[in-house]
């Protein structure tokens, strides 16, 4: 009878081992946030139109056009893992660092509350919006790189475009932001 008690001991001991050497610590989860706050944008222009506090919904959209904004990003990001760039061929997952939601999801909204701050009389929605509304301007963003390495530099690079209601481009060019953590 002993023996049996014992040997459950011991299996039950070396169950819970096994089970705390599995574990790992819970990863870390990130969103992006917006850039520019409202007020800074203010404090930078004391005679702009943008006030530090937001302004109605009517007097914010009145006759302002409707902006739509998307992000894409690559394969490679498209991922709950951020990616560390450990050379110039070679990528690595942090699996402790994780993005909170879908990359293309956060990097739209933040986009869009940073454009918000900006044009304080212009509506503008992610896409695709669960509204369905009809956009006036398309912006999109296809990002190439959004990625840091070991140092702690972070590079975005990739293609805006704006096109009008019909489709037609307006605008494009290129992106290039690299910055070091501080």
């Not at 203010?42 to 902006?67: C, E, H, I, K, N």
């Not at 992000?71 to 699996?95: A, F, M, S």
Request: net charge negative; aromatic share 4%.
């Amino acid at each position: 009878h002993s023996i049996r008690r014992t040997t459950a001991i011991m299996i039950s001991a070396a169950a819970l081992l096994l089970c705390a050497a599995c574990s790992s610590p819970p990863s870390q989860l990130y969103q992006l946030s917006p850039v520019i706050a409202r007020s800074q944008v203010a404090a930078a222009d004391p005679g702009s139109a943008v006030a530090a506090t937001a302004p109605t919904p009517t007097d914010r959209f009145a006759g302002g056009p409707l902006v739509g904004v998307s992000v894409t990003v690559p394969e490679y990001l498209d991922r709950l893992d951020i990616i560390e760039r450990t050379n110039g061929n070679e990528l690595k997952p942090n699996y402790s660092a994780q993005w909170a939601e879908d990359l293309a999801v956060t990097t739209s909204r933040a986009f869009a509350e940073d454009l918000s701050a900006l044009l304080p009389t212009v509506d503008i929605v992610t896409l695709p919006s669960r509204a369905h509304r009809d956009v006036d301007y398309q912006l999109t963003l296809e990002l190439t790189r959004f990625e840091s390495d070991s140092t702690g530099r972070s590079t975005l690079a990739g293609r805006w475009s704006i096109a009008d209601r019909s489709g037609n481009e307006r605008g494009s060019g290129r992106v290039l932001l690299a910055d070091s953590a501080k």
